[in-house]
C-alpha cells in the first residue's frame, strides 16, 4: 500500500516568514496529494490539493509543488501570521483511491 | 449541508464500559472512513465504508473494535470492553468522488478519554 513520510514534524517561524513542509510518498499510481489543516479542537479541514498532471499550485499565500520523478511533494505557505499556526497533513490517494496521511507538521507562528 | 457530525464530541468513561462513537456523513457521499488520532501513532485509518459496505477494517486494532454503517446516513464506532490506551481522538470523514480525486471532509471529532 501506499506510505506518506512528513517533514519536519515541528516547524517554528516568525510572523512574516515563510514556512515549507515536506511530503514523499511511494505508490508511483497515487495522482492526487490534498493538504488538510487542523486547528486546535477541530478536525482536518482540506485547503489546497494538487493532481500528478500539475506541478505546482497556488491559492494566495498558499502554494503545492509535486515532483512525480522523485515522488515528493510540498507545501509553501509565503508571509506567514499567527492563525496559519496549526497542524498540517499531507495525503496521497494510493492506487487503492484511499487517503494515505503524513504524520503531521506542528506549524507555529511566532509574533 | 451541516458538513460531518459526530456525537458525542466528548466522552469520558471506565475501563471496560462499551463505548458507541457516531457520525452522519455528509448527504451524497458514498464512502465513510472512521480514523483514531494519537499523538505517538497521528491519524491512523480504523475502516472504510463503500456505499455501506466495509471494504477495508485492517486498520482496527482489536475485535473490541467493530464498526457498522446500517444506511448512507449513520456509522457506529464500538469499543468493548474499552481500555484506557483507546483513549484517542476519534475522526470519522465522508468522500466526495469530485472528477476522480477523492477530497475527504472530517467531523469535529470524538475526544475518548478510558480510566
Known amino acids: 500500500g501506499e506510505n506518506v513520510e512528513q517533514h519536519p514534524s515541528t516547524l517554528s517561524v516568525q510572523e512574516g516568514d515563510s514556512a515549507v513542509i515536506k511530503c514523499t510518498y511511494s505508490?508511483?499510481?497515487?495522482?492526487?496529494f490534498p493538504w488538510y489543516k487542523q486547528e486546535l479542537g477541530k478536525g482536518p479541514q482540506l485547503i489546497i490539493d494538487?493532481?500528478?498532471?500539475?506541478g505546482e499550485k497556488k491559492d494566495q499565500r498558499i502554494a503545492v509543488t509535486l515532483n512525480k520523478t522523485a515522488k515528493h511533494f510540498s507545501l509553501h505557505i509565503t508571509e506567514t501570521q499567527p492563525e496559519d499556526s496549526a497542524v498540517y497533513f499531507c495525503?496521497?490517494?494510493?492506487?487503492?483511491?484511499?487517503?494515505?496521511f503524513g504524520s503531521g507538521t506542528q506549524l507555529t507562528v511566532l509574533p | 449541508d451541516a458538513g460531518v457530525i459526530q456525537s458525542p464530541r466528548h466522552e469520558v468513561t471506565e475501563m471496560g464500559q462499551e463505548v458507541t462513537l457516531r457520525c452522519k456523513p455528509i448527504?451524497?457521499?458514498?464512502?465513510l472512513f472512521w480514523y483514531r488520532q494519537t499523538m505517538m501513532r497521528g491519524l491512523e485509518l480504523l475502516i472504510y465504508?463503500?456505499?455501506?459496505?466495509?471494504?477495508?477494517d485492517s486498520g482496527m486494532p482489536e475485535d473490541r473494535f467493530s464498526a457498522k454503517m446500517p444506511n448512507a446516513s449513520f456509522s457506529t464506532l464500538k469499543i468493548q470492553p474499552s481500555e484506557p490506551r483507546d483513549s484517542a481522538v476519534y475522526f470519522c470523514?465522508?468522500?466526495?468522488?469530485?472528477?476522480?480525486?477523492?477530497?475527504?471532509?472530517f467531523g469535529q471529532g470524538t475526544r475518548l478519554t478510558v480510566v
Open positions: 470523514a465522508s468522500t466526495q468522488i469530485d472528477r476522480g480525486l477523492v477530497r475527504a471532509f
Open positions: 505508490d508511483s499510481a497515487s495522482n492526487y
Open positions: 494538487i493532481r500528478s498532471n500539475v
Open positions: 495525503a496521497a490517494d494510493g492506487s487503492a483511491r484511499q487517503l494515505t
Open positions: 448527504s451524497g457521499h458514498n464512502s
Open positions: 465504508f463503500n456505499n455501506n459496505v466495509p471494504i477495508d
